[in-house]
């Protein structure tokens, strides 16, 4: 067949070898698709990852609980090869999350961060000990998981994909556990897969008699998670609430740890603002390192460790030791932590004049930004303040949120800016207010305000109200709106 060939060849006017024949053959069949063979995806640049998670956010559905679950069987059940703790509540989740890391990295552990929302970049969730992954290892990271999820025929959404993505990344840098950030407005993915240590709840707002059963209800849902043996614990202060989370946590054999009642002694204002959540990030740090971690591991001056009881008095050499290398206490230690996430009650007091950011976004975080303006203020008067809030927030068309700016407003003077945001991809609250109608709203209270075509104007009246060396400009009311003052002043990172 081989003489066949090569004859036919050579009557078509060209000479070719047998070998060189069989080569250019064997070229041309290895070029074709091979049945069954997994097609290359496609590596997207860090830009183009970008573009690609902003369109791929989606509504969640029955669908993508069967997604998360094949996406995390493509990468070998990953989810069960990590430790992990869920934060959950209405508010403090981040800050409660970013002070259990500290307190775990400062045992010695590695911990892996997964928040939610972010605010500029992706690159915000995805953290280990604190420490934002690079746009370099996000590019890496997010293509192997898109890639896998492509040559799969998974049909993930963003949300899915951040997810894997902070289990892939924690896996690969070997953490010690990871702790995942549950948004009351996301659905619970990394749920139906991870098996978590640790569950805890910051706070669940609003607790008056006629909002029992709806707390319930929210109380539910954030306790689907529970598995035997999971650790509860929580820092709200409803001794309603409380009775209820501990109930569904026994009725799913669960372990209910004592609530938080104490402040975290953090340096003035942030004991009053944060202290509670230093306080659960305490307790969670106590449970995880007392109840998780080998015996062998926990560092011999360990905050946290319960130590085992010592028979008789102390040795003269014990006692030289102990004078000679003083162990910190966890009192000391608060007392140099401080919160190194943006925009929670992050002062910019470089800023001519000073500018405060907060993520406060619903009445119960808007109490407690309100309450660190006075702190402030009784820290250092004001001259001049003005509050820069978006309207893209349902909330800001409440009732109780309008009585709750003019009882601020009657001790402290100052003047509100409403403007239009524009939603950042993932803000699940994108509810557009009629601006004109925030703006009389708050005006029928009897508190000084005007409305803006956009934030621009909007930060310049702010800037005209207030004094330069001694004025605080206030940036809050939406995630969106925080990422629009970056945007203006030209910022890469808050």
């Not at 070229?27 to 183009?48: C, H």
């Not at 799969?152 to 959404?157: E, F, L, Y």
């Not at 929670?344 to 309450?371: C, G, S, V, Y």
């Amino acid at each position: 067949m081989r003489a066949d060939l090569t004859f036919q060849i050579e009557n078509s006017g060209y000479k070719i070898s047998n070998r060189t024949f069989i080569g250019d053959v064997m070229k041309t069949i290895n070029k074709q698709p091979q049945k069954g063979a997994i097609p290359v995806a496609k590596q997207r640049s860090y830009n183009e990852l970008v573009e690609f998670l902003d369109r791929n956010w989606s509504q969640p559905d029955s669908n993508h609980v069967s997604c998360i679950k094949e996406l995390d069987l493509a990468f070998g059940s990953i989810s069960k090869k990590i430790n992990t703790i869920f934060v959950s509540g209405n508010n403090g989740k981040s800050l409660t999350m970013n002070f259990t890391a500290q307190l775990l990295a400062n045992e010695g552990l590695k911990v892996g961060l997964f928040y939610a929302p972010h605010i500029l970049s992706y690159n915000e969730r995805i953290c280990i000990n604190n420490e934002t992954i690079s746009n370099k290892a996000f590019t890496d990271l997010a293509n192997e998981v898109i890639s896998t999820a492509e040559t799969s025929g998974i049909n993930a959404d963003t949300l899915e994909l951040l997810t894997m993505m902070s289990l892939v990344y924690s896996h690969q840098n070997k953490v010690d556990v990871l702790i995942c950030e549950i948004n009351e407005n996301d659905p619970l993915y990394s749920s139906q897969i991870c098996a978590p240590k640790l569950v805890a709840i910051t706070r669940i707002s609003g607790s008056e008699k006629p909002e029992a059963e709806e707390n319930k209800q929210i109380l539910e849902s954030m306790l689907e998670i529970v598995q035997p043996g999971t650790y509860v614990v929580s820092a709200d202060q409803s001794k309603l609430n409380l009775q209820d989370m501990l109930e569904l946590t026994e009725n799913k054999g669960g372990v209910w740890a004592m609530p938080i009642r104490k402040l975290a002694t953090l340096s003035y204002p942030f004991e009053q603002l944060h202290g509670r959540c230093a306080a659960l990030a305490e307790r969670i740090g106590e449970i995880y390192i007392n109840s998780f971690v080998p015996q062998e591991k926990v560092l011999h001056n360990s905050l946290l460790a319960k130590q085992k009881g010592q028979r008789g008095r102390p040795t003269l050499e014990a006692k030289r030791q102990a004078e000679l290398n003083p162990k910190e206490t966890v009192e000391q230690f608060w007392g140099t932590t401080v919160n190194n996430l943006p925009c929670r009650f992050q002062l910019l007091e470089k800023e001519k004049p000073t500018i405060l950011l907060d993520n406060a976004n619903n009445l119960d975080a808007f109490k407690n930004l309100l309450l660190g303006i006075r702190l402030l203020h009784y820290q250092r008067p004001l001259k001049g303040l003005c509050l820069i809030i978006g309207s893209n927030n349902a909330d800001l068309e409440k009732d109780e949120f309008l009585k709750l700016l003019r009882y601020f407003f009657k001790k402290t003077s100052g003047n509100i800016v409403v403007c239009p945001v524009n939603p950042i991809p993932g803000d699940m609250d994108k509810t557009l207010s009629d601006v004109e109608k925030v703006t009389n709203d708050i005006k029928s209270m009897k508190i000084k305000a005007r409305s803006a075509k956009n934030f621009k104007e909007a930060f310049e009246a702010a800037l005209s109200s207030v004094d330069e060396r001694h004025g605080l400009i206030v940036v809050a009311g939406s995630t969106s709106l925080l990422a629009q003052y970056s945007q203006y002043k030209g910022n890469k990172k808050l």
